[in-house]
């Protein structure tokens, strides 16, 4: 059974969109509330999704822009914003202040497990520097500095399991 989750952001903020299923076979996840979907390819390229409550709706989606998807019905084209948790969050962080001297929080984006720390408290990084190697969703993702700046603090240890939002380091920036 595959499972994804999305955010989906509208008027009123964002809501996480859970999928999950196979061949066909689909349950949405949306506010605590749970549809039944059966998805079935037409000849034409439309999806055919026929719901739980008997609703059937048919048409295409279409990946417009990272983040951003067209589903087109007979009712009509709707833009959505929906990503992935990862990219949600990297679209969607506001950077505030003078970042030129600014002490900056490294966080985890995601829940998983450090593999590799590459600095220590006190270590002048330039831009591009890696920082710290952290698995998840089975993948290895490299974090590195954003800007010129020193190590502050060091939160984590390799081997170590993380939440999402969790401070990994702090890096005070300096200038270029």
Known sequence: MSRHVFILRGPGGPE????????????????????????????????????????????????????EISVSTCRGAVRLSLADPLHDRLDHTPSTGDPSQAEQDVRALMSGRVIEVAVAPGKTVEKGTLLLVIEAMKMQNEIRAERPGVIQKVAVKAGETVEGGATLLTVQSVKD
């Open 16 to 67: 996480e969109l859970i999928v999950a299923g196979r061949a066909g076979q689909w349950t949405l996840r949306r506010a605590e509330k749970e549809t039944a979907l059966d998805v079935v390819p037409l000849p034409d390229g439309r999806l055919s999704v026929l719901l739980s409550d008997g609703r059937q709706v048919s048409g295409r989606a279409a990946r417009l822009a990272r983040g």
